[in-house]
């Protein structure tokens, strides 16, 4: 590659001293040559740099150093992850959304949870414990005040170690 580059830079430099020793030929070959050596400079480039795969890093460096200038990509968010962490963090405010946001997706945890130890929901009173109960089971009403304090966030956190606990 060095040797392209330099063929080309000398090149460049032969046509660049043409031009300033023949300086009263007119603007149209003084033009003409110095799109040659521009053609002649990415002529020579790309010879250098043909065949040459880019995502390795440059020859000169070792492929470890390369790897660690890349920015590492941000690993992709589950989507169903992203969509509990929404309805927790909305479920910390009102009733509604503990009611409509959230327990919808304890209920679908802890019917899971239960069915890996073969029991269901309906059985799942003694199992879940009465706060984690009191919001996933079946015949739960929903909030008469829709504005109500939501769950607080100790309250949230036991019940996701109950669920875990399973």
Known sequence: MRQALSLGLIATGVLVAALLVHAPLGAALELYA???????????????LRGRDFDDGPASLPAAWWRRRRRPRRPERLRQLEEIEHAAAFALSTAFDVHFRLRPHLVRIAEHRLGGRG?????????LGPELWDVVRPDREPPADRHARGIDLASLRAMVERLGSL
């Open 34 to 48: 110095i799109g040659l050596a521009v053609i002649g400079v990415a002529g020579a480039a790309a010879a250098g």
């Open 119 to 127: 029991a269901s929901l309906a059985d799942g009173a003694t199992l």
